[in-house]
């Protein structure tokens, strides 16, 4: 087993290299741009911004008029039995009555008590909102693709530095041997050169597991195949120098999830305008063109025939209108609700903006402090490998100078990883992220 291990570290590395050779170099922008392009969530919130877009409309308001054209025809056919003031009757069987009409009516609501202009600003609030929540969600895939990203170029590197643990793990095995051939190493210090070498050999699979585990959410994210073999960078760059108290004048103004606290609590508002106005006196117009015809036999006429123009206005006035005035208050209260969640949301962008610049300055200071750790690690590391050559140190003092260098090396990479996701959330809480 403790020779099978590294032969399936070489089988999956030489695996991975081979899916590694055929796929194409991916940048962080580039990843960004076809997130865009098609991760299904930003799709379907760009359909939804269509949808509220279509939505905000005059007519949506009730604000213009309606146009109907409509038409009738009606017959009777039943018993009549007429008296006249002279004292005749008449009396007919199965009397024949007939009635049609066509007309084009306008209907136009001149005045609702500014309901419709309550109900136009509304549905236009309703649009920014739908932007809003656009820019939300591309926010939120953008943050997701890059921290993926780098997650997956720290993972790249952590798989490099173990590969070169385990190279000179395997030179220890060397030496361990040749010195048990000769006569100055232990058959103890072979098998636990051979059992480190297993070690991390394990070490080298889980850490390529991650690496495929992160790949496929990556593509995931892309709306892509999740074994699409992706190339990215080696790298993780830093980030242009980041203010506090610029990021927090912007974040006032240009904060997605602020912006629509302040949209949803103006909508709120908008609503209670749109629901008083049901208590006002209400003033439509109305106009037609058409005609009628009606024919019979019996009764006073055989015929009437109308051919023309109908035009008038018609006042309503609310007596009694149930639960509007509940209503209305009802809206009064949960607009003031959100005016709260306003607040509050203002209060957490502050605390979230704090917490992550906290965040992001303690961990550029360990990037630094991790740089001049691994300088130092790695200078001993090879002094190590040479002296243990030679046969001044023992295999356990190597071995803590190797763990101790792949320690090293992922607290820098691990310090670097953190700063970048920290200067990506406080970009985000600023709305500087697309």
Same mark, same amino acid.
């Given at each position: 087993?403790?020779?099978l291990l #590294? ?7 030489? &695996?991975?290299a081979?899916?590694?050779?055929? /796929?194409?170099h991916l940048?962080?922008?580039?990843? +960004? %741009?076809l ?6 969530g930003?799709?379907?919130?760009r359909?939804s911004a269509?949808?509220?877009?279509s ?11 309606t ?11 039943a ?9 005749e ?5 199965n009397?024949? !009555?007939?009635?049609?009409?066509a007309q084009?009516e306008?209907?136009?609501?001149l ?9 136009k600003?509304?549905l236009?609030?309703?649009e920014?909102?739908g932007?809003?929540?656009?820019r ?8 997701g ?8 170029? @720290?993972?790249?590197?952590a798989?490099?530095?173990q590969?070169e643990?385990l190279q000179?793990?395997?030179e220890?095995?060397?030496?361990t &041997? ?13 098998v636990?050169a ?6 991390d050999?394990? =070490? ?9 585990t992160?790949?496929a ?7 892509r195949?999740?074994?699409? #073999?992706?190339? +990215?960078d ?8 980041l203010?506090?108290?610029?990021? @927090?004048? /912007?974040?006032l103004s240009?904060?997605t !999830?602020?912006?629509?606290?302040r949209?949803?609590?103006l909508?709120a ?7 008083r106005g049901?208590?006002? *006196?209400?003033?439509d117009?109305? !106009? ?7 024919t ?5 006429l ?6 023309? *123009? ?7 006035? *609310?007596l ?7 209503a209305?208050?009802q809206?009064?209260?949960y607009?003031? =609700? ?11 962008l ?13 961990? %550029? =200071?360990? $990037?630094q402090?991790?740089? /001049? ?6 200078? @001993?590391?090879?002094v190590?490998?040479e002296s243990y ?5 023992t295999a356990?003092q190597?071995?803590d $100078?190797?763990?101790?260098? +792949? ?5 820098l990479?691990? /310090?670097?990883?953190?700063?970048? +996701?920290?200067?990506l @959330?406080?970009?985000?809480?600023a709305?500087?992220?697309?």
């Open positions: 087993m403790r020779t #590294p032969i399936l570290v070489l089988l999956a590395s030489a &695996g991975m081979r899916a590694q050779g055929t /796929a194409a940048t962080a922008e580039q990843a +960004v %741009a997130a865009l392009e098609n991760n299904h930003v799709r379907m919130a359909n269509e949808m509220a877009k939505a905000n409309s005059a007519g949506s308001a009730g604000m213009l008029p146009l109907d054209a409509n038409g009738g025809y009606s017959m009777d056919n018993g009549t039995e007429q008296a006249f003031f002279t004292g009757v008449r009396e007919t069987d009397a024949n !009555a007939q009635a049609l009409n084009v306008l209907n136009w609501t005045f609702d008590g500014l309901s419709m202009f309550a109900a600003d509304r236009e609030t309703l920014r909102i932007e809003g929540q656009l939300q969600t591309m926010e939120a895939t953008v943050y693709v890059l921290a993926n990203y780098f997650q997956l170029v @720290q993972l790249e590197k798989v490099a530095v590969r643990s000179t793990s395997r220890r095995l060397l030496i &041997g040749t010195g048990e051939r000769a006569g100055t190493a232990s058959g103890l210090d072979l636990q051979q059992l480190d070498l297993s070690t050999s394990a =070490q080298l699979l889980a850490l390529l597991q991650q690496t495929a992160a790949r959410a990556l593509n995931t994210l892309l709306a195949p999740p074994a699409t #073999p992706l190339e +990215v080696t790298l993780i760059p830093a980030g242009e120098p203010d506090l108290p610029t990021l @927090q004048q /912007a974040a240009a904060n !999830a602020l912006q629509l606290a949209e949803e609590h909508a508002d908008l609503s209670v305008k749109e629901l049901t208590l006002l *006196p209400k003033l117009g109305f !106009a037609n063109y058409g005609w009628s015809r009606t019979s036999d019996v009764g006073f055989m015929s009437n025939q109308r051919l023309g *123009p109908q035009y008038g206005l018609t006042l309503s006035v *609310p009694f209108r149930g639960g509007a005035i509940k209305v208050k809206a009064q209260l607009g003031a =609700q959100l005016g709260l969640a306003e607040d509050q949301a203002r209060l957490e502050d605390r979230d903006l704090l917490d992550v610049w906290n965040q992001y300055g303690y961990a %550029a =200071q360990r $990037v402090l991790e740089e /001049a750790n691994l300088a130092g690690a790695r200078t @001993q590391m090879q190590a490998l050559r030679i046969g001044v140190i356990v190597l071995r $100078v190797q763990q101790g260098l +792949v320690t090293a090396e992922n607290r990479l691990t /310090a670097r990883f953190e700063a970048k +996701v920290a200067e @959330q406080l970009r985000l809480l709305g500087k992220l697309l």
